[in-house]
């Protein structure tokens, strides 16, 4: 099996309101301890996106948000405090 890629309706590589909602949420997910660094399942591959009910590994991790944490490690900002305009961007 090759490597999977982000599914389209990906809320990390689409801009639609619900995608901003989604990023949101996973960010109050990570910061209340519910999940670890932002890691959570595809949307589309099961409805139990946090792991609750079986553990998040390659084969049903949201490739998308792997992807933007990435992109993150890799210039130093955090994108929802970019994109949103809420002031300067944020150093890790």
Not at 26 to 37: D, L, P, S
């Amino acid at each position: 099996m090759g490597e999977r890629k982000p599914c389209k309706e990906c809320p990390w590589i689409t801009n639609y309101k619900h995608s901003e909602s989604w990023k949101g949420y996973v960010e109050k997910m990570t910061k209340g301890g519910q999940i670890k660094n932002g890691i959570h399942k595809c949307h589309m591959i099961t409805s139990d996106a946090w792991g609750l009910h079986s553990p998040v590994d390659e084969s049903n991790m949201c490739i998308g948000s792997q992807e933007e944490r990435t992109k993150i490690e890799n210039n130093g900002t955090f994108r929802s405090e970019k994109d949103s305009g809420r002031g300067q961007e944020t150093g890790i």
